[in-house]
């Protein structure tokens, strides 16, 4: 079935390892967006991005690397992991980027930093 | 800036039962688009509703309805007839309308919702 995924689900790793969160959509939508959620702070932006090759910063991007050379895939890297990066992550789609269109989450990646 | 307030840490409704999830925002901006998502325990978040800040009437999506009071700056999600399947965790979300670029959509920090026999 078509839609957004997100591989791996579950990710454990150590301090100052690099980590790639994959996220694979179907729809041809332009718009992807990449959000960390936690405790107390609900969803938070980290990068988006509005087209192939064509990526902006979000509201917490320190430690994190995008990159987007095709329109259905935008890889999400931890450089250098750190402890404050445990969280899960959501990648998300939209076929525009403001106006009522709805943003469509993939199922999320639980990542552990030990 | 924006800034999305649910006061509810947690709810609890009996099962056929209408509950409402309070949600209140803050900006500046005169267009703005208000999204209520929900999050099971399996995971995944799964949108629900959407209402426009120049929409006139409140939006309704199955058993779900938006109650949009825009002097009051609130959006609350009503759900009516509850079903055990509701008990999840419901975000509330808002972000500009009409901007040159993707905008981002900014998150309350979520209400809990136990339905009960």
């Known amino acids: 079935d078509a839609g957004i995924t997100q591989s791996p689900r579950y990710k454990i790793t150590e301090t100052g390892r690099q980590v790639t969160l994959m996220c694979h959509q179907t729809w041809s939508h332009s718009y992807m967006f990449w959000y960390r959620q936690d405790l107390g702070h609900g969803l938070r932006l980290i990068y988006y991005s509005a087209a192939a090759d064509i990526t902006d910063k979000g509201e917490v991007p320190d430690g994190y690397v995008v990159s987007r050379s095709k329109t259905e895939n935008f890889p999400l890297t931890l450089e250098s992991a750190t402890r404050s990066q445990t969280s899960v992550y959501f990648c998300?789609?939209?076929?525009?980027?403001?106006?009522?269109?709805?943003?469509?989450f993939g199922p999320g990646t639980r990542l552990t930093v030990l | 800036a924006q800034k999305i307030t649910q006061t509810q840490p947690g709810m609890f409704v009996q099962e056929k039962e209408a509950v409402t999830l309070d949600c209140t925002y803050d900006t500046s901006d005169q267009s703005y688009g208000l999204f209520w998502y929900k999050q099971p325990s399996s995971g995944e978040m799964i949108f629900l509703i959407y209402?426009?800040?120049?929409?006139?009437q409140n939006a309704t999506e199955g058993r779900y309805s938006l109650n949009f009071q825009k002097a009051r700056k609130s959006a609350n999600l009503v759900i009516s007839a509850s079903q055990l399947g509701d008990s999840a965790m419901y975000f509330c979300?808002?972000?500009?309308?009409?901007?040159?670029?993707?905008?981002?959509?900014?998150f309350g920090t979520g209400t809990r919702l136990q339905v009960t026999l």
């Open positions: 979300a808002m972000r500009e309308l009409y901007t040159g670029t993707a905008s981002k959509l900014t």
């Open positions: 209402q426009g800040s120049y929409d006139e």
């Open positions: 998300a789609s939209a076929s525009q980027g403001g106006g009522s269109n709805t943003q469509y």
